[in-house]
């Protein structure tokens, strides 16, 4: 557990794209929008996106503040001696208080080792947590990249927000055929285009669920159980077009409804279970969880399972529990074998924990079959 609220732990929101994609551009306007002020941007070069004309001052080495109160930094080592160097000055009033932190990979990197950082360093988890996953896709260059670099599908596969630039630039037809394709890698992701990086912030940051408060539109756009159960339609082997395998076909996105409720001893189980035996291969799970009667939401990207959100009350009349799945050759099957996890209880009693027999071998035959592939 975390010594923090959510609200008391500023989000980390990650901008990854491929190279050439336009994230320079974007932070370029980010970095001037009055909307950015009390964040923090982690950036790789801070010659890179030139901001000499807006600073105002430089509160510590490799850290400047600009006009519209956005601190600014570069990586110093690695991310980890970055992010607890910004707390500590913040701690000691070296550098303004910031309400989330914004960080730029690099054009090949992977955001999930950024996500694992968040998730279970511990100098770091309890004063930070994560946010959207901004994945920059180039509108001229994009279907390319993505049949020529794996990078690139797994940048829009995690991603919360895609967003797609230079789209005055790009052929309509190439430009459709893009979109196209990001829908069947992440069909769940919010779509935003942007020319010359201009778009507002918040429409950046708001693809996330992290507020045991949020109202019913916010749970359903952030669940979007719909795109997913289309997407499933039309992945259907008699449905799929005949062509060269590319970077992504191997790519499922398909939403799962459960009955009932669960227990929390079975919701732990059952993440344990994808997480350790299928990590590499579960690109992305969102679900809405009727745990003992209670909604919660769990966001997982491969093997780092996000802290569940008990929400102050159900968004709609349904109960039942619904998850939304990106993997990677996987068959939804295997998948739904493992949901039997979900029904584990274990109770506490005088110090011991005592398992329903019956649920636990259920649990057992799950474990072994999702194991083996079957």
Known sequence: MTNATAA?????SIITGY???GKTTLLNRL?????MAGAAVIINELGEVGLDHLLVAAPGENTVLLQNGCL???IRGDLVETLADLLAKRDAGGIPAFDRVLVETT???D???ILRTLASEGIITPRLR???VITVVDGVNGEVQLDSCPESVKQAAVADCLLVSKTDLADPDELARLRERLLRINPGAQRHDAVRGEIAPALLFEAVLDDSSAQREQVERWLNEAAFVKAGRAAHPGRRKRGASRHGDSIRAFAVRREGAVTRSGLAAWLDLLAALKGANLLRVKALVNVEGRPVAVHAVQSVIHEPVELASWPSAERCSRI?????DMARAELEATLSALELDARRAEGDTAIDPAAYARFVQAAAAFRAGK
């Open 107 to 109: 054009g090949l990197a």
């Open 72 to 74: 600014c930094c570069t």
């Open 130 to 132: 994560a946010g959207a």
């Open 8 to 12: 008391e732990r500023p989000p980390v």
């Open 111 to 113: 955001p999930v080792p």
């Open 324 to 328: 939304v799945f990106i993997t990677r």
């Open 31 to 35: 970095l001037r929008d009055p909307a």
């Open 19 to 21: 190279l050439g994609s």
